[in-house]
């Protein structure tokens, strides 16, 4: 780990995490990358991401991932003594970052209420499924399942073989939901420091996956309205059994068609694929002039091309099949040589496995490298912002199961005795490591 020259942002920032699986713990671990001091509070059991790709040693990279920087500690919350040191904690910390079930935090006495009578100043990041009212509230709930009842699963339109739904390839509800706890985290601390008062944060998941669909989910009442209840007639007429999943799609696909996409697209090369991005008229100009393509629609108002005229589809359809059989004539390497000569944005598809050894990769240090006490060094991504006066830098590596409880009693006072009591009573779990 390399040493700040300046403390971060969140400097001095205590921060009290009981959080399990990912949205949580990376809300976490970004305040981490920002300087506060995370504790992260792991029954005996320990997260169950762990056992995500396991490495064995209750590691896992799924856990390895996301809980970089902390300090980890071992309790056993169903008994007076580790309440009371929950407690304690509390006391004495800026930040509270949970993920349970509302039942289980008022069980083990570390709900908002409990919590803030200690501490007035506390700030209580509350992070649920689908929020606390509703008639899904009382659910528990994944990335997987906020995709489904948000619709975000639907919109990339991917299927199982079998046809079925099938989840986006990243956990985009928890990943976006850990931003929005860190962000919601930081403007509490400002308003505090103007205040003095704490408050409770309240995160779901399933309104960030509802967030990041932007203008899929918007609906303008002039535009909109018939071609929205039509479709979505025709779906539940479909979904007795005379449409498959597919089908259903192409409808949704209807209210709001798009034909002859060239300007914003991936494309097969030669020897690869190369993605193009051209979302102004200028820019759609440079592709056409690179390519040699024309398309009668550029300089036309949207309003002025009938999409569904069969004539109009075909043309479009032909301007397609003339664009891929373009790219495949040569290579991904001319094709980025063209392309940047024309102010075209372009790039190659790579994969992520490729990208520890990328050039663009290396030159902006978007990887960090970290000495995880039991696997060695670990590289991995960044903090995704830098501040020029408060630089952000990761922390160190995830701890171990309990890896930091002693450290942490002690600094509440906790003399061996003590400490040594409340293991042998099964407080504090099996020995660390």
Not at 19 to 33: H, K, W
Not at 260 to 270: K, L, M, P, V
């Amino acid at each position: 780990m390399t040493t700040q020259p300046h403390p971060g942002p969140l400097a001095g920032v205590k921060v009290l995490e009981f959080s399990e699986i990912i949205a949580a713990p990376f809300g976490g671990m970004l305040l981490s990358d920002m300087g506060a001091d995370v504790i992260k509070v792991e029954s005996p059991a320990g997260d169950p991401w762990r056992a995500f790709q396991p490495l064995g040693m209750r590691e896992g990279r799924g856990y390895i991932s996301l809980n970089r920087g902390k300090r980890g500690v071992m309790l056993d919350l169903n008994t007076p003594e580790g309440r009371e040191i929950i407690h304690q904690l509390a006391e004495r910390t800026d930040v509270v970052i949970i993920n349970y079930r509302p039942d289980v935090a008022v069980k083990l006495g570390i709900d908002y209420a409990t919590l803030s009578a200690k501490n007035p100043r506390l700030i209580y990041c509350d992070n649920t499924a689908f929020g606390r009212r509703g008639p899904h509230a009382h659910r528990p709930g994944y990335d997987i399942i906020a995709q489904a009842l948000s619709g975000l699963m639907t919109v990339e339109g991917r299927r199982e073989e079998s046809g079925v739904p099938m989840m986006n390839g990243l956990p985009s509800a928890d990943i976006s939901t850990g931003l929005a706890i860190a962000w919601g985290i930081s403007a509490a601390l400002y308003s505090r420091e103007r205040t003095g008062r704490g408050q409770c944060i309240s995160t779901t998941l399933m309104g960030s996956a509802l967030t990041i669909q932007g203008t899929r989910l918007m609906s303008i009442e002039a535009v909109d309205t018939d071609g929205r209840e039509t479709a979505l007639a025709k779906i539940n007429e479909m979904r007795g059994g005379s449409g498959t999943y597919k089908e259903q799609l192409e409808v949704i696909a209807g209210v709001r068609p798009t034909i002859g996409n060239i300007y914003y697209r991936c494309f097969q090369t030669a020897d690869g694929f190369i993605a193009v991005g051209c979302l102004s008229a200028p820019l759609r100009r440079k592709l056409l002039n690179a390519t040699g393509l024309l398309d009668f629609r550029l300089g036309k108002r949207p309003e002025d091309v009938d999409v569904t005229d069969p004539e109009t589809i075909e043309i479009c359809k032909k301007l397609v099949a003339d664009g891929e059989a373009l790219f495949a004539s040569k290579s991904s390497e001319e094709w980025m040589r063209i392309l940047d000569e024309h102010g075209v944005p372009a790039g190659p598809v790579r994969y992520t496995e490729e990208l520890l050894d990328d050039e663009q990769v290396l030159e902006n240090n978007f990887l960090t490298s970290v000495d995880h006490p039991m696997l060695g060094p670990v590289r991995m991504a960044a903090p995704m912002i830098q501040m020029t006066d408060t630089p952000l830098e990761a922390q160190g590596a995830s701890p171990t199961l309990g890896q930091h409880t002693e450290d942490v009693l002690r600094e509440l006072g906790y003399d061996d005795a003590h400490i040594a009591s409340l293991r042998e009573a099964g407080v504090l779990g099996r020995e660390p490591g």
